[in-house]
């Protein structure tokens, strides 16, 4: 089993609605959580970040973490074409002696039609 | 602003030959990382660094290695190319905090074949 767990979609929506994605974990270790966007044949992108459990909101995008349910979600408002892409969730237990080590989901891919 | 630097962009390569893929960065970043993508796979960790002359194990090291003389770079050196290691591979590099986690600038890829 994976340890970070992402379904592939692809996830189709007309312009302007309301993109939900989210991520499943099981290492209770994880304190970092992160949301990587990454367009076609390009290489992924922070988009947000968060620390523990709770809400940031950044323009469109807002991202939840739920540690007691090992649960992370990504929501894009207003969604434009532009939003078109690959959404990545990663995690990091955030001990400096690691390296920065990521762990990534499988990556969601979206497509907002015009 | 050229960040993360992966060459080649592409490479095709019979099997059991070796090749090196070239990772350089100009933000001196302590910490970098190299990253195999597949279908449905996300990104694995293959080696990372976390200073000159510093290398350790990621998730699927088998059949790579790596070394850092230097802070800018950070090669990955396949030692006998196999089919299995067709994948996009992709360079990170961040800065360290004691703090903790911070954020991957990842370069544009390289895309390898192994026939």
């Known amino acids: 089993q994976k340890e970070v767990e992402q379904d592939p979609g692809p996830l189709s929506v007309p312009e302007g609605a309301i993109v939900s994605l989210n991520c499943t974990y099981s290492?209770?270790?994880?304190?970092?959580f992160m949301w990587y966007r990454q367009y076609s044949r390009k290489g992924p992108e922070l988009l947000m970040y968060t620390y523990s459990s709770g809400n940031k909101e950044d323009g469109r995008f807002t991202a939840q973490v739920d540690k007691s349910s090992k649960y992370i979600s990504l929501f894009i408002r207003d969604s434009q074409p532009s939003d078109s892409a690959t959404y990545l969730c990663?995690?990091?237990?955030?001990?400096?002696?690691?390296?920065?080590?990521?762990?990534f989901g499988g990556g969601t891919r979206v497509l907002v039609k015009p | 602003n050229a960040g993360v630097t992966q060459t080649p962009k592409f490479q095709v390569l019979k099997t059991g030959q070796s090749m090196t893929l070239q990772c350089a960065q100009d933000?001196?970043?302590?910490?970098m990382s190299w990253y195999r993508q597949d279908p449905g796979m996300g990104l694995r960790l293959i080696h990372y660094?976390?200073?000159?002359?510093?290398?350790d194990q990621g998730e699927v090291p088998n059949g790579y290695n790596v070394s850092r003389s230097t802070t800018e770079d950070f090669p990955l050196r396949l030692l006998s190319a196999a089919p299995s290691q067709t994948s996009v591979y992709f360079c990170?590099?961040?800065?360290?905090?004691?703090?903790?986690?911070?954020?991957?600038?990842f370069g544009q890829g390289t895309r390898l074949t192994v026939v």
């Open positions: 290492n209770s270790a994880f304190q970092y």
């Open positions: 660094s976390v200073g000159a002359g510093i290398t």
């Open positions: 990663a995690m990091s237990g955030g001990v400096k002696a690691a390296g920065n080590k990521l762990t």
């Open positions: 990170a590099s961040s800065y360290s905090w004691q703090g903790g986690s911070t954020e991957a600038f």
């Open positions: 933000m001196n970043h302590e910490y």
